[in-house]
C-alpha cells in the first residue's frame, strides 16, 4: 500500500527492491540446497556405496530455478540484456524513451514466454513422471511460467518508475563502472 506522504515512485521502487531482495533469498537457499546435495551424492556413494537416483533431477530442476530467478534479479537490478549501444550514441532524453519502448518490447516478448509457459505446464501435468516420492515432476517445471511473470513484474514495476520519476533512469547500477 502507498504510505501516506510516500511518493508513487518511492513506492515502486520499494517494491522492486523487495521482491529483489525475496529474489536473493531464494536463490541463496537454492545453492544451499544444490551444494548439500552434491555433498550428500558424494558422501553416499563412496562412504555407503549407495545413490540417490532422484539426485540428478533434483540438480537439474534446481538449476532451472537457479537460473529464472538470477533472471528475475537481474531484471530488477537493470543488469538483463539490454541495447547498450543506443545507451552510448544517443543523448539522454531520447536515451529515456528508448529505455522505455525496449522495456515495453521485452514485456511483450515475456508475455508470450509467459503464455507458452504455462501451456508447457498444462501438457506436463498428465504426465506420470514424479521428482521424488510423490511430488509431481510438472511442480518442478512450474519456474517456468512463474519465472517469466516474475520478470514481467520487474519490467512493469520500471516502467510505472519511469513515468512516476521525471527523471533520466540509467540503465547502470549504482558502483558499476561506465
Known amino acids: 500500500m502507498l504510505k501516506k506522504g510516500q511518493s508513487p515512485n518511492a513506492f515502486l521502487q520499494s517494491a522492486n527492491t523487495f521482491l529483489g531482495k525475496v529474489e536473493t533469498g531464494g536463490l541463496c537457499v537454492i545453492v544451499a540446497m544444490m551444494l548439500g546435495l552434491a555433498i550428500l551424492k558424494i558422501v553416499m556413494r563412496y562412504v555407503f556405496s549407495a545413490s540417490l537416483l532422484w539426485s540428478d533431477t533434483m540438480l537439474q530442476h534446481l538449476t532451472l530455478w537457479l537460473c529464472f530467478l538470477g533472471a528475475a534479479l537481474a531484471t530488477c537490478e537493470r543488469r538483463h540484456i539490454s541495447i547498450d549501444v543506443l545507451n552510448r550514441i544517443l543523448p539522454e532524453k531520447i ?39 510423490s511430488v509431481p515432476l ?16 520487474h519490467v512493469v514495476l520500471q516502467i510505472g518508475i519511469h513515468f ?10 549504482e558502483g558499476e563502472s561506465e
Open 138 to 153: 510438472w511442480w518442478a517445471k512450474s519456474i517456468i511460467p512463474y519465472g517469466f511473470v516474475l520478470i514481467g513484474i
Open 95 to 133: 536515451t529515456r524513451w528508448t529505455n522505455l519502448a525496449i522495456d515495453c518490447a521485452a514485456l511483450v516478448v515475456v508475455g508470450i514466454l509467459a503464455y507458452y509457459g504455462f501451456l508447457f505446464i498444462e501438457d506436463e501435468k498428465s504426465s506420470e513422471a514424479v521428482l521424488i516420492g
Open 164 to 173: 512516476t520519476s521525471g527523471v533520466y533512469t540509467p540503465d547502470t547500477v
